[in-house]
């Protein structure tokens, strides 16, 4: 058994500096990750640092309508705000569709977005991953690979992100606030999430004792006709094989805005930029939903077991568009 040291943390400052001195310690939210990984013994930390104690878990509204979330605010308590299911349905549903009712109510929304990947190389441990042991290998290149990305892979790793609200907040521009050693900064969540490369076991801008204390959603008036889709293996408590963040405004039948964002076929939260460039300005039909579908997923890279992800993922576009659209997405 390894010794592990427990503190809690009353300020933020305390916590950065705990943090931040301790290159073996780490933070510690709600704990549906990090114990988990912990148990393991993919992570090995000496020491926690409890941070639940810290004022970080407001939810408010900001001038225009744009959206606070404390990092420390549980899922289930911003997925049934009441304001965020009106001005930010896909949020909501992402955060709904994520998880099970206990483990929302004990992840935050910071945890959330740290959360490392579910590839079974990577957690069980002692299979070669670059993700957790630099420079051994991936596993999953030419084993089972079912579940990985087709998206943003490289030679060293092919592991997809997990979060589903990361996918909405991707969609909507969100901004990652944190403070640590260095002072504060605002980090755009499309560059709060790393592509693998050749490190990727670097998943995250963050440095040594930055903390996460907000994610701010800026005013996004489409955001209140959207939705967020999941095709999975079974119908609750499971990881998403596609998903899809859409929004679309439409005005005299043709795209006059629209947001896509893609979730369990990247190596992060996916941001559809190809098909929001191809809709933007083009009639709001099908065929033209196809077409953009179809650009999108154009670069997609596949291994021996996750094709299907390919026609799957242009499908759901199709169809969470078509839903936006027709007036089904609430």
């Not at 408010?60 to 308590?77: C, E, H, Q, V």
Request: glycine letters at 8%; proline letters at 6%; aromatic letters at 4%.
């Amino acid at each position: 058994m390894r010794p592990l040291s427990y503190t809690r943390a009353s300020t933020v400052d305390e916590a950065i500096a705990t943090v931040g001195a301790d290159s073996a310690s780490a933070f510690l939210a709600g704990g549906t990750t990090e114990i988990d990984l912990i148990r393991l013994g993919v992570t090995r930390p000496d020491a926690l640092v409890d941070i639940n104690s810290l004022a970080l878990k407001e939810i408010d509204f900001t001038p225009g309508t744009g959206l606070r979330i404390g990092a420390l605010a549980r899922m289930t308590d911003v997925a049934r705000s009441a304001d965020v299911v009106r001005r930010f349905p896909m949020i909501s549903q992402a955060l709904l569709l994520g998880a099970s009712e206990q483990l929302r109510n004990m992840a935050s929304m910071g945890g959330n977005l740290c959360q490392r990947t579910r590839c079974s190389y990577f957690r069980d441990g002692v299979s070669p991953c670059n993700k957790r042991e630099p420079g051994s290998g991936c596993s999953a290149m030419d084993g089972l690979n079912r579940l990985h990305a087709v998206l943003g892979t490289s030679d060293d790793c092919v592991a997809t992100h997990p979060s589903d609200v990361g996918v909405a907040l991707v969609a909507l521009d969100a901004v990652v606030h944190t403070l640590g050693p260095s002072g504060a900064r605002g980090i755009p969540i499309d560059d709060f999430y790393l592509l693998p490369g050749s490190t990727p076991e670097v998943e995250h801008p963050l440095e040594r004792g930055e903390l996460i204390v907000a994610i701010e959603v800026p005013p996004t008036p489409i955001a209140e006709r959207s939705l967020y889709l999941k095709l999975r293996d079974r119908q609750s408590y499971e990881f998403a094989l596609v998903s899809v963040a859409a929004a679309v405004d439409v005005r005299d039948g043709r795209v006059a805005g629209v947001r896509l964002a893609l979730g369990g076929v990247g190596t992060k939260p996916w941001r559809a930029r190809r098909a929001e460039a191809a809709l933007t300005g083009g009639p709001a039909t099908t065929e033209a939903f196809a077409e953009a579908a179809a650009l999108e997923m154009a670069p997609a890279s596949p291994r021996k077991d996750n094709a299907f992800k390919i026609p799957m993922a242009r499908r759901a576009m199709v169809r969470a568009l078509e839903q936006v659209v027709n007036g089904d997405a609430r």
